[in-house]
């Protein structure tokens, strides 16, 4: 099963996705970290986040770039936690590829898919302020839409979580693992 869950931040994203896959699969759970530690606001979130895993289960598997390369164990339940970063770290760190960044992430999801038994990925809802933004921030908005939109298109459920509350939108109609 795949499932893509969305939400702004601070929206309860992280939770819900976590409580899915403890729902998923009692067996071998792998978080993937895609938060790159750097300066004390993002050291601060990696810290509340292993708290709220702590005694859940999960192995923590750190990748901020390169995702296709990830070692994952066959029949596993994968939560990708989040996107926005992994796409971010691609895009501006210095270990990122920098081009055809959607097309290197999506190899990389479709390769997780193909060896995972689940997979929940978390991103972020970037795409309703309408404000305007520099050229860089409209590359990385694009990278996202387009990362966004393939994911959705393959998962079995898209849902965003909105105040705690998930709101479901695609709920077992999809074209499943057809990658």
């Known amino acids: 099963m795949v499932i893509l869950v969305i939400g702004g931040s601070g929206s309860g994203k992280s939770e819900y996705a976590e409580g899915r896959c403890v729902q998923l699969n009692m067996k071998e759970k792998l978080y993937i970290a895609t938060m790159e530690p750097f300066g004390e606001e993002s050291l601060t979130r990696i810290a509340r986040h292993r708290r709220l895993r702590q005694g859940k289960g999960f192995d923590t598997l750190d990748c901020y770039t390169?995702?296709?390369?990830?070692k994952i164990p066959a029949g596993s339940t994968v939560l990708l936690?989040?996107?926005s970063n992994l796409a971010a770290n691609e895009m501006f760190s210095?270990?990122?590829?920098?081009?055809d960044t959607a097309a290197i992430i999506l190899s990389g999801v479709h390769r997780l898919?193909?060896?995972?038994?689940?997979?929940?990925?978390?991103t972020n809802q970037v795409f309703s302020d309408g404000l305007s933004y520099s050229p860089e921030t409209e590359s990385y908005l694009v990278v996202m839409a387009r990362v966004n939109e393939e994911i959705a298109r393959i998962a079995d459920e898209v849902v965003e979580?909105?105040?705690?509350?998930?709101?479901?939108l695609k709920k077992g109609e999809s074209e499943g693992r057809k990658i």
Do not use: N
């Not at 210095?94 to 081009?99: I, L, M, T, V, Y």
């Open 161 to 168: 979580v909105v105040h705690g509350i998930p709101v479901f």
């Open 81 to 83: 936690e989040c996107m």
């Open 66 to 70: 390169h995702l296709e390369e990830a």
């Open 94 to 99: 210095p270990a990122g590829r920098k081009e």
């Open 113 to 122: 898919i193909r060896q995972a038994e689940h997979v929940v990925i978390v």
